[in-house]
């Protein structure tokens, strides 16, 4: 989409730029705001666009000296964008050094989805829209999402009978991604978020973060003979999308994505 954005007749004041995640999430924000232009990575951005906020993913990005003079291009609208973090940061960089990121970005408000950074950047719950869907209760099928490029495809395929998916760009929108998860049986992901609405469906799910090769496959095993459970209706009021729409809106920069 970011290819064609000049091709777009889009009202200045409502323009959103959104760099993806790379999950289910992706499609859970679509949901919010639908005409937002998508772009993969901030590598994507073209200097001579212009948009009135930018919603990231990834806090690190700006840290990240490929991405300078592409964030740099954004900085006029620093007080109006919001960054998602969904990974524990302070895992994955020094404290010091986060805390010069959020130094030289103050204006860009934070929301934090990961409990392992709320003593530093509070913490919020993600929130997923209602449906009414349930896995096949007689699917044997196993679904490895794969975005990230994490996982050896060519190990996996010899030693894991699966599905999997390397992108969540050829959903047209969340409610078909619920309809595909539906007939899986068993979902593995690294990031949390998918997992969640997998389990919302009755999927059993596995993190791959915590298994090696051999772990995975002895769980992928194990979860083939299992059965499946009842879909956690509960997630939606442990989740809830209003609180999260809620959130967002009230960001210092609400003005600028309404």
């Given at each position: ?5 000049n091709k777009?007749?889009?009202d200045k ?26 772009a993969n ?218």
């Amino acid at each position: 989409m970011i290819n064609i954005y000049n091709k777009l007749l889009v009202d200045k004041d409502t323009k959103i730029l959104y760099i993806k995640h790379g999950s289910v999430f992706d499609l859970i924000i679509q949901d919010i705001f639908p005409n937002m232009v998508l772009a993969n990575t901030l590598s994507q951005i073209n200097y001579y666009f212009t948009f009135c906020s930018v919603i990231y993913n990834n806090f690190l990005d700006f840290k990240n000296s490929e991405y300078e003079n592409n964030l740099n291009s954004l900085r006029y609208n620093l007080q109006h964008s919001i960054c998602f973090i969904h990974d524990d940061i302070f895992s994955l960089s020094k404290i010091e050094d986060i805390k010069i990121m959020m130094e030289n970005n103050i204006g860009l408000k934070l929301i934090n989805f990961n409990l392992n950074n709320k003593d530093y950047i509070g913490y919020h719950k993600y929130g997923i829209p209602y449906h009414n869907k349930a896995v096949d209760k007689n699917s044997k099928k196993t679904l490895m999402i794969n975005t990230d490029n994490s996982i050896n495809l060519e190990v996996i395929n010899k030693q894991i009978d699966c599905d999997i998916l390397n992108t969540f760009d050829n959903f047209d929108n969340y409610n078909d991604c619920i309809e595909y998860f539906s007939k899986y049986k068993t979902v593995c992901s690294n990031k949390v978020i998918d997992l969640i609405v997998a389990n919302s469906l009755g999927c059993i799910t596995i993190d791959l973060k915590r298994f090696d090769l051999n772990g995975l496959k002895q769980t992928v095993s194990h979860s083939i003979c299992q059965e499946t459970p009842n879909p956690d209706k509960e997630i939606f009021l442990k989740l809830n999308m209003h609180l999260l729409k809620k959130e967002i809106f009230n960001a210092n920069n609400s003005k600028a994505l309404l």
